[in-house]
C-alpha cells in the first residue's frame, strides 16, 4: 500500500532517528539548519528576557532550551518524546548547574504536558514537518501559549516533487517528506488561530549545513574503517545518497528554510500592539521569504 505511512511509524522512526549517535556527530547538538546562531536570532526575536516563560516543543538534546537560559535568564520547559533524548537534555542541563531554570519532559508536541496559557514563547525548531498531525500540534503551542504571546518557528521548506529517496517514513522523520512551501507554514499558523507577524528565509542555513554533513560523512566513514564508530552495515552508504539528493534539491530551490514569529491575539481591550512584521525583520538576519 502506498500513502502516507502511519503516525506511529513516523514518530518512532523519527525519534530513532535524533536519538542515534550518527545525528549527534553529523548535526552537533543543535539539530537544525543554523545550528545555535539561528536559534539566538528566533529567541531575540520572540523578546525573550530574564523571567519570561519558555517553552520548547520537540526540544532533541536541549540545547537551544539551555541557551535560552544561559543568555536570558528565562525559565524553560523543554519537551521531547524521544526518552533517550530526554536523558541527554537532563544530563546536560545537570552539568550545566541550570537545574533550577530548566525542566525536560517526555512528552508528545500534539499533546502538551503543560497547562494552558502557562508560557509567554513558545518555540519549535525543526520540528513542525516531522509531526504526524502539524495542525493539532499548532492547536497545542496555541493553547499553552497566553494571549499576546509569541510562536516561532524554523522549519524545511519544500517545493515541488521529490525524488523516491526523500520521501516516506524516513524522510519525513527527517524533515524532508512532511515539509511545505513557506506560504503552508503561514497558513497552518494561521489556521491555528496565530497571526503571523515575521517569515525570513533562510535557505542558506540548509545549504550550509547540507555541506558540513558531507564533510562529517567523509569523518564518519574513516572511524568506522578504522574500528572507532559501528553502525549497520550501508548506514553511511545510504546517508550519502540522500544528501546528494538534498543537496541537489537546495541547489534548486525545492527545500529551503524558513522562520516564523506569529502571536496569539491578545484578545479585545487588551491594549498590546502585535509587532510588525517590519520590526521583526530589522532585527534579525534573515530574507523575506
Ligand atoms: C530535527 S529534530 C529537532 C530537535 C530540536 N528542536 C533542535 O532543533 O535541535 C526533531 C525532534 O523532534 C522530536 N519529535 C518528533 N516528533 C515528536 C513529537 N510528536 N513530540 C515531541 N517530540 C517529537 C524528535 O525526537 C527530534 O528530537
Known amino acids: 500500500m502506498t500513502g502516507e505511512p502511519a503516525a506511529a511509524e513516523v514518530l518512532a522512526c523519527c525519534t530513532a532517528i535524533y536519538s ?42 536541549g540545547a537551544t532550551a539551555l541557551l535560552a537560559a544561559r543568555q536570558h535568564g528565562c525559565h524553560v520547559i523543554a519537551i521531547e518524546q524521544s526518552a533517550e533524548l530526554v536523558a541527554a537534555a537532563q544530563a546536560a542541563v545537570e552539568a550545566a548547574g541550570l537545574a533550577g531554570q530548566v525542566e525536560v519532559l517526555r512528552g508528545d508536541a500534539e499533546a502538551l504536558p503543560v497547562g494552558s496559557a502557562s508560557a509567554d514563547a513558545v518555540l519549535c525548531e525543526c520540528a513542525l514537518c516531522t509531526f504526524a498531525r502539524p495542525e493539532v500540534a499548532v492547536a497545542e503551542l496555541v493553547r499553552v501559549l497566553r494571549p499576546g504571546g509569541l510562536a516561532g518557528i524554523t522549519d524545511v521548506t519544500r517545493r515541488g516533487e521529490l525524488p523516491a529517496s526523500l520521501s516516506g517514513a524516513v524522510a519525513r522523520a527527517a524533515c524532508l517528506a ?79 528554510y524558513g522562520l516564523w514569529v506569529a502571536e496569539k491575539p491578545a484578545g479585545p481591550g487588551a491594549g498590546r500592539q502585535a509587532a510588525s512584521t517590519a520590526s521583526i525583520a530589522g532585527r534579525s538576519a534573515g530574507v523575506r521569504l
Open 20 to 61: 542515534h549517535p550518527l545525528a549527534r556527530i553529523l548535526l552537533g547538538d543543535f539539530l537544525h539548519p543554523g545550528g545555535a546562531a539561528l536559534s539566538r536570532c528566533l529567541l531575540e526575536l520572540l523578546g525573550v528576557r530574564a523571567g519570561s516563560r519558555v517553552l520548547d516543543v520537540a526540544a532533541g538534546t
Open 178 to 256: 512532511g515539509a511545505l512551501p513557506p506560504e503552508g507554514y503561514r497558513a497552518l499558523l494561521e489556521a491555528g488561530g496565530l497571526a503571523v507577524v515575521g517569515e525570513e528565509d533562510h535557505r542558506a542555513a540548509a545549504a550550509a549545513l547540507a555541506v558540513s554533513v558531507h564533510d562529517k560523512l567523509a569523518a564518519a566513514e574513516l572511524l568506522e574503517r578504522l574500528g572507532h564508530l559501528r553502525l549497520p552495515d550501508g548506514t553511511v552508504g545510504r546517508a550519502r545518497e540522500v544528501l546528494r539528493d538534498v543537496r541537489a534539491a537546495i541547489a534548486d530551490g525545492r527545500l529551503g
